[in-house]
């Protein structure tokens, strides 16, 4: 297992954020000697990058046959779209050094979890957009798939405040801002094929950000497989007991089948 700590840098320019790395090395007694990689990064509200749904997730990734990155990008006081481009910077980090680390650079994958979610998407998004492509002169950073567990999506009547207040900062009541970040509102025929699981009763983010985001797709011709459950909190991850958090919260088992259903997905595609 290659386990290493990368700073990441925009162009010539060190940022805060770095990827952690969980590469399984070949072996002439695997089939597989190249695998698919997942670019993962955690929730957070923007405010922080959860350890529950970072390492802990990233193994069972591994066990699915991924390679993993864990992207611990840079939260408030940095601003949008600070973490966007370090997401861009990491995927073009994994697609450059894909022979080094044993990574099939054609099937990439992006995961996010909550905001973590929001900037997945952000980069399923924007890949072609001058927010990313004036800064890398690059029109290849598009990932293969995505994948996002009960993501921050609308900042409209459902948004999850706190994770646009981080995002956008002083900039947070400008009205053409706030519809860039809805996302929503972004989506457009060239967006990857797209995994969303959500709960009903989830009070932090409501599920109407998957919702919009689904019919979003759908309405741009995207591929989109949609797992509601309808109870269980927000911030599970794992939902079982490898994530549960240390106050003994954030446990629901009817919920751990989501990993199981993305393998399924992962298998398909």
Not at 3 to 21: D, F, R
Not at 79 to 101: G, H
């Amino acid at each position: 297992m290659i386990t290493q700590t990368i700073p990441i840098s925009i162009g010539k320019n060190p940022t805060e954020a770095v990827l952690q790395t969980y590469f399984m090395e070949p072996s002439d007694e695997f089939y597989d000697k190249v695998r698919p990689a997942i670019l993962l990064m955690p929730g957070g509200a923007y405010r922080f990058t959860s350890d529950r749904e970072a390492e802990p997730i990233a193994l069972r990734l591994n066990a699915m046959g991924y390679q993993v990155a864990v992207l611990r990008y840079s939260c408030a006081p940095a601003a949008f779209p600070q973490a966007l481009l370090e997401c861009a910077a990491a995927f073009r980090f994994l697609k450059e050094n894909a022979d080094e680390y044993y990574i099939n650079k054609e099937r990439i994958i992006t995961m996010g979890f909550s905001a973590g979610g929001h900037l997945a998407a952000s980069l399923g998004i924007f890949w072609n957009h001058p927010l990313v492509t004036n800064v890398f002169h690059d029109t290849t950073l598009r990932p293969f798939a995505q994948i996002l567990c009960y993501p921050v999506i609308s900042s409209g009547a459902m948004a999850h405040e706190e994770s646009f207040h981080n995002l956008l900062q002083k900039d947070y009541d400008e009205p053409q801002l706030r519809q860039l970040v809805s996302l929503e509102r972004q989506v457009h025929n060239e967006v990857p094929r797209t995994f969303i699981w959500h709960t009903y009763s989830d009070p932090t983010v409501p599920v109407a950000n998957s919702l919009l985001f689904a019919s979003a797709l759908v309405n741009a011709g995207v591929l989109c497989e949609f797992h509601m459950y309808d109870k269980g909190p927000h911030g599970l991850a794992t939902a079982g007991r490898l994530t549960r958090r240390s106050d003994g919260e954030k446990l629901q088992p009817e919920c751990e089948s989501w990993m199981p259903l993305l393998e399924t997905w992962l298998n398909s595609l």
